[in-house]
C-alpha cells in the first residue's frame, strides 16, 4: 500500500467545508482523474453510504465503488474504495479561526499487474501532485 498525506487551510467554516465534502458529486469538482460517479445509495447514518465511480490514471480507466465507513459530523470522514484502485481515503475537518484545515490521508494499491513495475514510481509521483492539486481546487472551490 501507499500511503499520500496532505493539509490544506481553506477560509471557510468547518460545516460548509464538511458538507460539500460529504457529496459524493462534488468529487466531480475537486478530484482529478474523476470522470464519472453515479448510483448512489445514502444511508440514515451515512455509514454503509456508497456510490460507483470512473476514474482515469496514468491514461487507463478504472472502476470501482466506494463506501462510507466512518461518518462523525463536521470532524470526521473515512470511505474505502474497491475495484480497480482499491484505497482508503481518510479526511479530517480541525475548526481554525475563520477557517477549515483538512487533513487528508490516502492509502490505496498501485494496480501494478495493469501497470507494470517499473510504472509504479511514477504513479506514486503523479498521485502526490494529484492530491496537492485536489486540495488546491477544494480550496478554491470553497473559498470562491
Known sequence: ?????????????VEKVFDYMAKAESNMEWL????DIRDFQDTDNHIGAHFRWTYKMAGIRFEGE???LEWVQNKKMVTQSKGGINSKWDFTFE???DA????????????????GKLAEAVIRGQNEREAEMALSNL????EA
Do not use: D, F
Request: proline share 12%; net charge positive.
Open 1 to 13: 500500500m501507499v500511503k499520500v498525506e496532505k493539509s490544506v487551510i481553506v477560509k471557510a467554516p
Open 32 to 35: 482529478p482523474g474523476m470522470m
Open 66 to 68: 466506494t463506501t462510507t
Open 95 to 97: 475548526p481554525q479561526k
Open 100 to 115: 477549515t484545515r483538512l487533513l487528508l490521508s490516502v492509502e490505496y494499491e498501485v494496480p501494478i499487474p495493469v501497470l
Open 139 to 142: 480550496k478554491a472551490r470553497m
